[in-house]
Protein backbone atom coordinates (compact mmCIF):
# COMPACT_ATOMS: atom_id res chain seq x y z
CA UNK A 1 0.00 0.00 0.00
CA UNK A 2 1.26 3.39 -0.90
CA UNK A 3 -0.67 6.38 0.18
CA UNK A 4 0.28 10.04 -1.91
CA UNK A 5 -0.59 13.36 -0.80
CA UNK A 6 -0.13 16.51 -3.16
CA UNK A 7 0.74 20.15 -1.92
CA UNK A 8 1.40 23.23 -3.68
CA UNK A 9 -1.38 23.95 -6.54
CA UNK A 10 -3.09 26.86 -6.25
CA UNK A 11 -3.92 30.40 -8.87
CA UNK A 12 -0.70 31.78 -10.50
CA UNK A 13 -0.97 34.53 -13.39
CA UNK A 14 0.47 32.84 -16.50
CA UNK A 15 4.18 33.62 -17.09
CA UNK A 16 4.62 32.74 -13.53
CA UNK A 17 5.56 29.43 -11.48
CA UNK A 18 4.57 26.83 -9.01
CA UNK A 19 6.37 23.64 -7.22
CA UNK A 20 3.98 20.77 -6.80
CA UNK A 21 4.68 18.47 -3.80
CA UNK A 22 3.96 14.69 -3.67
CA UNK A 23 4.43 12.67 -0.30
CA UNK A 24 4.75 9.23 -0.27
CA UNK A 25 4.52 7.01 2.73
CA UNK A 26 3.71 3.20 3.38
CA UNK A 27 6.24 1.55 0.99
CA UNK A 28 10.26 2.25 0.38
CA UNK A 29 9.95 5.19 -2.08
CA UNK A 30 13.35 4.72 -3.68
CA UNK A 31 12.15 1.40 -5.53
CA UNK A 32 8.56 3.09 -6.97
CA UNK A 33 8.83 5.24 -10.13
CA UNK A 34 6.31 8.35 -10.07
CA UNK A 35 4.52 10.30 -12.55
CA UNK A 36 2.47 13.33 -12.45
CA UNK A 37 -0.52 13.49 -14.53
CA UNK A 38 -3.27 16.14 -14.93
CA UNK A 39 -6.47 16.40 -15.82
CA UNK A 40 -8.42 19.74 -17.44
CA UNK A 41 -12.34 20.57 -17.22
CA UNK A 42 -13.95 18.50 -19.72
CA UNK A 43 -10.66 16.35 -20.85
CA UNK A 44 -9.35 13.22 -20.02
CA UNK A 45 -6.55 12.94 -17.54
CA UNK A 46 -3.29 13.17 -19.04
CA UNK A 47 0.69 12.25 -18.77
CA UNK A 48 2.83 15.01 -17.57
CA UNK A 49 5.98 14.00 -16.49
CA UNK A 50 7.28 10.76 -14.75
CA UNK A 51 10.49 9.93 -12.42
CA UNK A 52 12.71 6.41 -12.16
CA UNK A 53 13.18 4.99 -8.66
CA UNK A 54 16.16 6.52 -7.97
CA UNK A 55 16.15 9.80 -10.37
CA UNK A 56 18.27 9.34 -13.17
CA UNK A 57 15.94 9.04 -15.68
CA UNK A 58 12.69 11.27 -16.56
CA UNK A 59 10.16 11.67 -19.12
CA UNK A 60 7.75 14.55 -20.05
CA UNK A 61 5.07 15.10 -22.41
CA UNK A 62 6.16 17.14 -25.27
CA UNK A 63 3.78 20.44 -24.08
CA UNK A 64 5.67 20.78 -21.32
CA UNK A 65 9.41 20.39 -22.13
CA UNK A 66 11.74 22.92 -20.93
CA UNK A 67 9.32 24.81 -18.69
CA UNK A 68 8.61 21.81 -16.01
CA UNK A 69 10.99 19.40 -14.48
CA UNK A 70 10.25 16.22 -11.85
CA UNK A 71 12.87 15.64 -9.20
CA UNK A 72 12.52 13.40 -6.27
CA UNK A 73 13.89 13.32 -2.56
CA UNK A 74 14.32 9.77 -1.55
CA UNK A 75 15.42 10.78 1.60
CA UNK A 76 12.15 13.11 2.49
CA UNK A 77 9.75 10.61 0.63
CA UNK A 78 8.74 12.99 -1.61
CA UNK A 79 8.35 13.89 -5.42
CA UNK A 80 8.22 17.21 -6.76
CA UNK A 81 7.19 18.90 -10.45
CA UNK A 82 8.49 22.78 -10.40
CA UNK A 83 6.34 24.50 -12.86
CA UNK A 84 8.09 27.51 -14.74
CA UNK A 85 6.09 29.69 -17.66
CA UNK A 86 3.56 28.75 -16.85
CA UNK A 87 0.26 29.18 -19.66
CA UNK A 88 -3.48 29.15 -19.32
CA UNK A 89 -3.90 25.89 -20.89
CA UNK A 90 -1.78 24.06 -17.84
CA UNK A 91 -4.85 25.00 -15.89
CA UNK A 92 -5.76 21.58 -14.33
CA UNK A 93 -5.92 18.76 -11.21
CA UNK A 94 -2.58 17.90 -11.02
CA UNK A 95 -2.30 14.05 -9.50
CA UNK A 96 0.90 12.16 -8.68
CA UNK A 97 0.93 8.31 -9.08
CA UNK A 98 3.45 5.52 -8.34
CA UNK A 99 4.23 2.58 -10.15
CA UNK A 100 4.87 -0.03 -8.32
CA UNK A 101 6.97 -2.01 -11.69
CA UNK A 102 9.75 1.06 -10.85
CA UNK A 103 10.14 1.68 -14.21
CA UNK A 104 8.89 4.86 -15.63
CA UNK A 105 6.12 5.39 -18.44
CA UNK A 106 3.39 7.37 -19.75
CA UNK A 107 0.74 4.79 -19.39
CA UNK A 108 -1.86 5.53 -16.77
CA UNK A 109 -3.01 2.17 -16.50
CA UNK A 110 0.38 0.77 -15.17
CA UNK A 111 0.21 3.32 -11.98
CA UNK A 112 -0.81 1.50 -9.29
CA UNK A 113 -1.32 4.10 -6.54
CA UNK A 114 -2.65 7.95 -6.89
CA UNK A 115 -3.39 10.55 -4.87
CA UNK A 116 -6.69 13.19 -4.72
CA UNK A 117 -5.14 15.47 -6.54
CA UNK A 118 -4.32 19.29 -6.66
CA UNK A 119 -5.68 22.28 -8.41
CA UNK A 120 -3.64 24.53 -10.41
CA UNK A 121 -5.09 27.42 -12.21
CA UNK A 122 -3.39 29.90 -14.66
CA UNK A 123 -5.07 33.21 -14.92
CA UNK A 124 -3.96 35.26 -18.52
Known amino acids: QVELVESGGGLVQAGGSLRLSCAAS????????MGWFRQAPGKEREFVAA????????RYTDSVKGRFTISRDNAKNTVYLQMNSLKPEDTAVYYC?????????????????WGQGTQVTVSS
Open 97 to 113: AADLESFITSMERNYDY
Open 26 to 33: GRTFNSVA
Open 51 to 58: ISPRGSTT
